[in-house]
């Protein structure tokens, strides 16, 4: 992949989420609370001159940190957002994640069907994990909410959406080409608000948060987002070591994007 610079970066993600708005009747984008999501909801605004026009979802399983939860509220208070909380429940699934794994598409799924959403933000990136490597922009879900990931229709010239097959929803992308140091540089050039959970305590810190059942902190001394790029420029650990579910078979993790695993 060519490496892009940052005002490359904004330019298009601001352009995809644009086409989205327009393209789609009712949208609405996921937000956990992380860096990624968060700065896909700061895109956002300065896509819409300082708002995020559509309703923003949090599947809830009721056990994030503390952190969390109070970062969601006051955020969505000073950014004045659409929040919609959907609850998930905590039950095995099909690889073994109670929490986290195929529980939350379900939650999805029920509060998607009541309220009408055709189309879905998602700030997922390609380097995240080899699975999330062959999404697009913007990829049809079918009304199963299946995704066929071999069969996908070409994006060329900017064309996101034209040939798309809306008969169930799509899932945008606007994040795509980023990584994790372009996140955090951005993250410092924007002044973007994040999780406290990423700075370091006591000689540990979240490089990636889930929920306090599937994720444990890292070793680092990051205590500043200066500090947090300087790390990333040297380490060679995995973004997502601290994740549960990125330790399962990458067949598992495929079988639940298929189903609808964000």
Not at 196 to 216: A, E, I, K, M
Not at 227 to 252: F, H, N, Q
Request: charged residues 35%; contains cysteine; hydrophobic residues 35%.
């Amino acid at each position: 992949m060519i490496k892009q610079e940052l005002p490359e970066l904004e330019e298009k993600s601001i352009y995809v989420i644009r086409e989205a708005k327009l393209k789609f009747k009712k949208i609405a984008a996921l937000w956990s609370m992380g860096k990624d999501s968060t700065t896909m909801l700061a895109l956002t605004r300065k896509a819409f001159l300082g708002k995020v026009p559509f309703p923003v979802i949090h599947i809830d399983n009721s056990i994030d940190f503390p952190e969390t939860y109070q970062f969601r509220q006051e955020l969505a208070d000073k950014w004045n957002l659409d929040l919609i909380v959907a609850k998930s429940e905590i039950k095995p699934d099909m690889v073994g994640s109670a929490c986290c794994g195929k529980n939350k598409p379900e939650a999805l799924k029920k509060v998607m069907a009541e309220y009408g959403f055709d189309a879905l933000i998602v700030s997922i990136r390609r380097d995240e994990h080899g699975v999330r490597a062959k999404e697009r922009y913007m990829s049809p879900r079918d009304k199963n909410w299946k995704w066929d990931y071999k069969n996908q229709v070409a994006e060329l010239w900017d064309d996101y959406t034209s040939k798309l097959d809306t008969k169930g929803h799509v899932r945008v992308h606007p994040l795509l080409d980023w990584n994790e140091i372009d996140i955090w540089r951005y993250v410092r050039q924007e002044r973007v608000p994040v999780n406290p959970l990423y700075f370091s305590r006591n000689g540990y810190r979240y490089r990636s948060l889930g929920c306090t059942h599937c994720t444990v902190p890292l070793k680092s001394n990051a205590k500043s987002v200066d500090d947090i790029i300087k790390e990333l420029e040297v380490t060679k650990d995995e973004e997502r070591g601290g994740r549960s579910m990125d330790k399962e078979r990458e067949y598992a993790m495929l079988r639940l994007r298929a189903l609808g695993y964000m």
